[in-house]
């Protein structure tokens, strides 16, 4: 039930943030709804410079990973990992100008159902 409360709790604070962006951001949302079969990925990318942010919001019905990268050369490089977790939010600003990477992995034997909602705002 505590859980549950946690997650009703998140989803109203990251509404709440969606419905307050100024009208021109908007188009600038991506909400997202996919399975991720057993020891897959999905990856969604952007460019980003220095005056934005991403800020991010998901949720799974299983523990998955979740990273932030970028590819330099022949390196991927991670800006940010979070291992096992059904539930996260944020923001990400970058130091450099670039294409960036969220990547979701389920590492487990079974499909995993998940949900991300993200926005690409100015600083």
Known sequence: MKSGL???G???FMAGTLLSMPLLAQENIRVLTKTLPSSSAHKECFALNENQIIRYW????????????YVEGSKTIMEM???????????????VARDYCMVWTN?????V????EMARLAR
Do not use: E
């Open 81 to 95: 990992r979070r291992d096992r977790q059904a539930l996260g939010s944020g923001g990400f600003t970058p130091k």
């Open 113 to 116: 159902l998940f949900r991300v």
């Open 58 to 69: 998901y949720r799974a019905d299983a523990l998955i990973d979740f990273n932030i990268q």
């Open 6 to 8: 946690l997650v009703f």
């Open 10 to 12: 998140a989803f109203l």
């Open 107 to 111: 590492a487990f034997n079974k499909p």
